[in-house]
Nanobody, 113 residues
Framework: VQLQASGGGLVQAGGSLRLSCVAS????????MRWYRQAPGKQRELVAA???????NYADSVKGRFTISRDNAKNTVYLQMNSLEPEDTAVYYC????????WGEGTQVTVSS
């Protein structure tokens, strides 16, 4: 399974970005789908997850600002990021579990103050 993440970029604090993760096969076979991030010098951390049933969970640091969603017809999972903060600066990775963990290449998000 290939996962292709996109949508990162440079944004000012308070701004928004939407990340996309397109899977090479039906995302019904990947449960859950997750977004992780890794900032320089820090461990990779879970940001948000969504199940095939639509249940979601978020890291406390992003609750109320980020929203994970999925479009099954497009085999795509999104991460809408609002009210971005400099602390959100990181490489964001898409992950899906289908018997094993599949990872996409990261997309860089940089938030300037």
């Amino acid at each position: 399974v290939q996962l292709q993440a996109s949508g990162g970029g440079l944004v000012q604090a308070g701004g928004s970005l939407r990340l996309s993760c397109v899977a090479s096969r039906s995302i019904f076979t990947l449960n859950p789908m997750r977004w992780y991030r890794q900032a320089p010098g820090k461990q990779r951390e879970l940001v948000a997850a969504i199940t095939t049933g639509g249940s979601t969970n978020y890291a406390d640091s992003v609750k109320g600002r980020f929203t994970i969603s999925r479009d099954n017809a497009k085999n795509t999972v999104y991460l809408q990021m609002n009210s971005l903060e400099p602390e959100d600066t990181a490489v964001y990775y898409c992950n899906g579990y289908g018997g094993m963990n599949y990872w996409g290449e990261g997309t860089q998000v940089t938030v300037s103050s």
